[in-house]
């Protein structure tokens, strides 16, 4: 019997990649046979937790039938967002915190979301309902992952639950929360050394919105300028993957960590629309969105119901 | 506030009319204001157990939208499963336990899906998660669900999950399972004094299959020739609903409660292809269906792998 793959989205976020970890962790545990693997790299921030909690990056993998029947999904249930060979494999399992949508299975499955924060903080209750205790380095990523969420607990997102299973996580781990949460979210926010592509699609996902294929990337900053001063180059790679990958439109969402404030850099030939769903003008290229930080509470809503 | 609604799929059996009535108990004990309501009468097998357990029937309604802005789902999360307006509201939570498919929101949901055989076993994890003690009537109720989906535990669809559930919620009732379980499965095999529209539709669901649009009915009998005696009645009125409706098939699953047989009486153009996915004959209009109890576990994923 193969092996059942964990995962979660392409473009991996910390919490894409340490649910999977954490998950796998659990179903082992459960008699299971599992491995939790990646859908991509590891961005800064996700390094700077494994590294911190001594943990083995996951194997990147591009399809996954070729290795296994059967899969568990984490963080995302979107067909467009997971594997690319998502269709020809077995969805025994999804733990998710966002909408649903594009997903369908021939069987009856294990489906788990609330409208919570952050995946592992649905697996935290996992653990509890299951009576297995979880090591140092797991509730350390678990951590992590609810850090880079919740913006340090600071995001629209965040939940009462979220909040607690932050504190009870740190105690497992042994951590500060606060001085933990800031330095991890720093180690996500340089942009320097990297290239425009990497900027647009380290954290960015593809939402079919009416008649629309929507492209929004996010990127976590100290300096939001720092980014902006990049513009042409941004918006010239836009340009260059939306004709590639049939984008209508491409947002990047620049997001300030420390300020809870965001600029959207817009691209597309009916950006105006964009515009028209936040009720703000196009300056320079870009809507400025105050208070806005997270893209699936305060963007993704509001862009499905203009377009839709 | 508009109260928010609460309700199974069409054709109600007893688990999507009592799984409303449990789900909408336990979530306004959890602060919310919740109403059960049906999508269709209820069937003498569910009558059976509201009058055993002394509760009302809840109101039926074919629309929503113009009474709630927001609903739970229990039982079903398929569109056209559901409420004709579902479109028109929001979806706060599901708890099911079928396949996902034909189901998208806009926004982040509680959504519990688990492989057993009733959703009342899922809600009766709910209650005790929540720490919420479950009235006798409301255990009697959520106990008559899972004789009703797993034919008194005997249907492959049962799991262990389920027949602890159904042991702790007997005794919760204070009923004796095996004796109570074969009076309410035999005050729902009489056929007699139903039209043929009623032993078709009772317990009937739509499913997309590849280009089919396939209606497959079931109901459960102690005398299979009762409902063969009919045959040329029922095949008629599956002419004219198919007609009506564009069904490409229609299949009357035709189950003996008591000795856990089915025979299928099928209609439609390519009814070939539904023999052939059997690997059988049909004969006189129909499948022999032999150890075939259960619609989702035995038919759908054979036919929806066949007409794929």
Redesign the interface.
Known sequence: MSKILIFGHQSPDTDAITSAISFSYLQNQLGKVTEPVALGEATDETQFALDYFKADNPRVVTSVADEADEVMLVDHNEAQQSVSDIDKVDVLAVVD???????????????????VGCTNTIILKLFK?HNIEIPENIAGLMLSAIISDTLLLKSPTCTKEDEDAARELADIAGVDLESYGKDLLKAGTNTSDKSADQILNADAKNFPMGDYNVRIGQVNVVDVQEVLDRKDELLSEMDKQSQENSYDLFLLVITNVLESDSVALVFGDDRQKVADAFDKDIIEDTLLLEGVVSR??QV??VL??ALS
Chains 1, 2 share one sequence.
């Open positions: 915190h966002h909408r649903i949508a594009n997903f369908q299975t021939s069987n009856p499955l294990y489906y788990r979301a609330e409208p309902e699936k509470k993704v809503p499905t119901k």
